[in-house]
T-cell receptor, first 117, second 111 residues
Framework: AQSVTQLGSHVSVSEGALVLLRCNYS??????LFWYVQYPNQGLQLLLKYTTGATLVKGINGFEAEFKKSETSFHLTKPSAHMSDAAEYFCAVSEIAGGTSYGKLTFGQGTILTVHP | DTGVSQDPRHKITKRGQNVTFRCDPI?????LYWYRQTLGQGPEFLTYFQNEAQLEKSRLLSDRFSAERPKGSFSTLEIQRTEQGDSAMYLCASSSTGGYTFGSGTRLTVV
């Protein structure tokens, strides 16, 4: 069974500061890993994903994440926070579905990011 | 391609009533998923379809819940005899080898 743990349900940073959102996963097979962002009363928007290949993944809006197999981690970072980054962020892991498609996602509990002026 | 569409966006219903939600996936995506998200939680998997076949159902999906995907196109999720605990955001997603896309969700409030 897969699981995801996001350390810290709330993270607060100042505008311009480094953003670090932590995610650890558990999976019995090589995972696909995702970070999603959710704004109030909206669906989930994909920030970035790791499937295979380069372990440092760059996404939209200046975010990136690094897959570290030895630490079973996939932490999300952004060098300089912007007010518009304030939202809830979810880490997710997917089983690989027969090599032809993504499978169901297992999500973490989410981290609410607050950005102060 | 307009992405994954869900209808309605919001639904308020009285306890005990039946509700039905619709999801239109990206046309070339063969897999369709339903998730439920309650306040302060991450989305939880409910069920998924590959084409028209429902291949897995979560234990969260009680007998009051039923999902269909006739002809492998759009899907419906019906909740019978709604309870206050059913209040949540219901998210639909579709996937292929190229990606995994979520709709904007249907917010259900049971009063």
């Amino acid at each position: 069974a897969q699981s995801v743990t996001q350390l810290g349900s709330h993270v607060s940073v100042s505008e311009g500061a480094l953003v670090l959102l932590r995610c650890n996963y558990s999976s019995s097979v090589p995972p696909y890993l995702f970070w999603y962002v959710q704004y109030p009363n909206q669906g989930l928007q994909l920030l970035l994903k790791y499937t295979t290949g380069a372990t440092l993944v760059k996404g939209i809006n200046g975010f990136e994440a690094e897959f570290k197999k030895s630490e079973t981690s996939f932490h999300l970072t952004k060098p300089s926070a912007h007010m518009s980054d304030a939202a809830e962020y979810f880490c997710a892991v997917s089983e690989i579905a027969g090599g032809t498609s993504y499978g169901k996602l297992t999500f973490g509990q989410g981290t609410i990011l607050t950005v102060h002026p | 391609d307009t992405g994954v569409s869900q209808d309605p966006r919001h639904k308020i219903t009285k306890r005990g009533q039946n509700v039905t939600f619709r999801c239109d996936p990206i046309s070339e995506h063969n897999r369709l998923y339903w998730y439920r998200q309650t306040l302060g939680q991450g989305p939880e998997f409910l069920t998924y379809f590959q084409n028209e076949a429902q291949l897995e159902k979560s234990r969260l999906l009680s007998d009051r819940f039923s999902a269909e995907r006739p002809k492998g196109s759009f899907s419906t999720l019906e909740i019978q005899r709604t309870e206050q605990g059913d209040s949540a955001m219901y998210l639909c997603a579709s996937s292929s080898t190229g990606g995994y896309t979520f709709g904007s969700g249907t917010r259900l409030t049971v009063v």
